[in-house]
């Protein structure tokens, strides 16, 4: 075995050698170790007259009977002895001269090395002012950008801040372009060792931003990364992120524990996009609709995990900021690529993030005078644009209704203050979503979700959510809403159906809602568009 590590090391220098001294660019074949060792190995060879070395019993609890088994007692002691304890420590128990000899001082030592803890070596991202990058907004729902493509900016000069020190990248098992993130390579190429086509674009030897269909060596990549003191971002699309959910959980876990430990220095945290959402797959349909990462990394320990759903541009870049700043979370971001409606400008994005839920008031009809009516929440882009249609609907047919719009960018605030460091204390959440006033909330995800998070809340019995219910295909976008009962006439219906009184005094309004909602249908499947007040809607309130 020495002698093998002997030749491998002599290997790996000479190629290293090769390539910096001499600009050798041949993609080079590695030495491999391959030890073969009989499964149970030094263990105990047979037990009770059964086969035990070598075969499939080594890997159970070979010696199960120690405390009442004579036999077995005596061969796991002779098992123990085989390793020449008596040669390694002395009577005391400690270890011997010799094997102190070769053990390294300072931070040469496995445990003390700032490798195995990279939060020594971490140095703060350079993460540039939001100033530059976001999106002029004069009046809400008057423009639209594909936020992560304005992200991918943002990304670009972080790329290029840490060109020399290299210790940023993005990981991902999708095109970069894909997730409309191709700006970074303007700073950095795709990692790329192989042969290289006259066809082939963005390919670098040193790129830091690393592709391969691979979800699992994606997180595999990105999680030794931030151990060793470095910062990263995985850009994935949304139905198969969930190919992690076990390497996340113990990432996670990892996490929990460290906190505890005051000599572990805090690393970079887990950043996901997750993109290219349950909403918006217009050509690849049903097996690319999947939101329900969010309800695995929910279930996982509330000081580590935040979920964030900015619902436009200005919002992505504030959520953004702040996780690539932060330190021992796994954070997840779910963002659209496709063109989305700007509602906030800069200052009311930041300010809205820092609260996590709040009232949107210019896109209410509420006033001080009395409580709202009902209450529309949403969380997530497309839902968030469904139940702003909403609100002008109603506006122009029950203008006397009261109406709050809340929208939630944080979905740990539906949780109690007490079990989440960003829960909401009860007396906020009342003021928010009201005790007893009917709450139509829209979701991005599975609708159930919502209603674990705010369970114990005092006006739970009055939520009512709608959310992705598992019906998918390849359709228009608004079809997928409508599929699901998550579209503006369906909420605009719920809000008749609950709000005392508007079932007998609106029937009409409820019924030009479901006969919209029939005309659609007929629409999309002769024209394959959808209904021209859809795709044409702006906010005109």
Not at 164 to 189: C, H, K, M, W
């Amino acid at each position: 075995m020495a002698h093998a590590m002997d030749i491998a090391l002599d290997r790996i220098t000479e190629i290293q050698r090769t390539a910096r001294q001499e600009g050798g660019i041949d993609r080079p074949l590695w030495p491999v170790i391959v030890l073969r060792t009989p499964k149970g190995w030094t263990g105990p060879s047979e037990v009770d007259g059964l086969p035990v070395e070598g075969t499939w019993r080594s890997h159970q609890v070979p010696l199960a009977g120690v405390r009442d088994n004579g036999e077995h007692l005596r061969q796991l002691e002779q098992w123990m002895r085989s390793y020449r304890p008596e040669e390694l420590f002395d009577e005391r128990g400690r270890p011997r001269e010799q094997v102190l000899a070769g053990v390294p001082d300072g931070a040469r030592r496995l445990g003390s090395t700032p490798h195995a803890n990279g939060g020594l070596l971490l140095r703060e991202l350079p993460v540039p002012p939001l100033e530059k990058y976001a999106v002029a907004v004069d009046k809400p729902g008057a423009t639209l950008h594909e936020p992560t493509r304005v992200l991918g900016d943002l990304l670009e000069t972080v790329m290029s801040a840490t060109s020399e020190r290299r210790d940023f990248r993005i990981v991902g098992p999708d095109e970069t372009a894909s997730n409309r993130l191709q700006a970074v390579y303007a700073a950095s190429g795709k990692a790329w060792q192989a042969e290289m086509l006259e066809v082939d674009e963005h390919l670098d030897r040193h790129g830091r931003v690393m592709e391969i269909l691979s979800e699992h060596t994606c997180q595999g990549w990105l999680e030794g990364y931030l151990l060793t003191g470095r910062h990263g971002l995985f850009s994935c699309y949304e139905a198969f992120v969930h190919i992690v959910d076990s390497m996340v959980n113990q990432h996670i876990k990892w996490l929990r524990v460290t906190r505890r430990l005051p000599w572990r220095a805090p690393i970079a945290s887990l950043n996901y996009l997750l993109t290219s959402h349950v909403w918006r797959q217009d050509h690849n349909g049903f097996s690319h609709q999947d939101p329900g990462f969010v309800d695995h990394v929910l279930n996982k320990s509330p000081e580590v995990v935040r979920v964030y759903l900015p619902p436009d541009t200005n919002t992505l870049l504030s959520v953004a900021d702040h996780t690539l700043r932060s330190r021992d979370y796994v954070n997840v971001i779910v963002a659209g690529k496709q063109p989305c409606f700007d509602w906030l400008t800069l200052d009311q994005a930041r300010a809205h993030c820092a609260r996590g839920a709040g009232i949107w008031p210019w896109a209410g009809t509420e006033d001080s005078a009395r409580e709202p009516d009902v209450v529309l929440a949403g969380a997530g882009d497309v839902p968030t644009q469904e139940v702003l249609a909403a609100a002008q609907l109603l506006r122009q047919h029950l203008p006397e209704l009261a109406v709050r719009v809340v929208n939630v960018v944080d979905l740990a605030r539906l949780l109690p203050a007490e079990e989440h460091p960003h829960g909401m204390p009860a007396a906020q959440y009342d003021a928010l979503f009201t005790q007893d006033k009917p709450v139509i909330f829209a979701y991005h995800g599975y609708p159930w979700l919502i209603h674990r998070l705010a369970y114990r809340r005092t006006g739970h019995h009055n939520l009512h959510v709608r959310g992705y219910k598992e019906i998918g295909t390849t359709t228009t976008p608004f079809d997928m809403v409508v599929r699901n009962d998550l579209d503006r006439y369906r909420l605009v219906m719920d809000v008749i159906d609950r709000v005392p009184g508007l079932a007998v005094r609106a029937a009409d309004v409820r019924q030009s809602m479901e006969d919209t909602r029939l005309r659609h249908h007929a629409w999309i499947r002769e024209h394959g568009t959808d209904l021209p007040e859809v795709a044409d809607w702006t906010w005109t309130a």
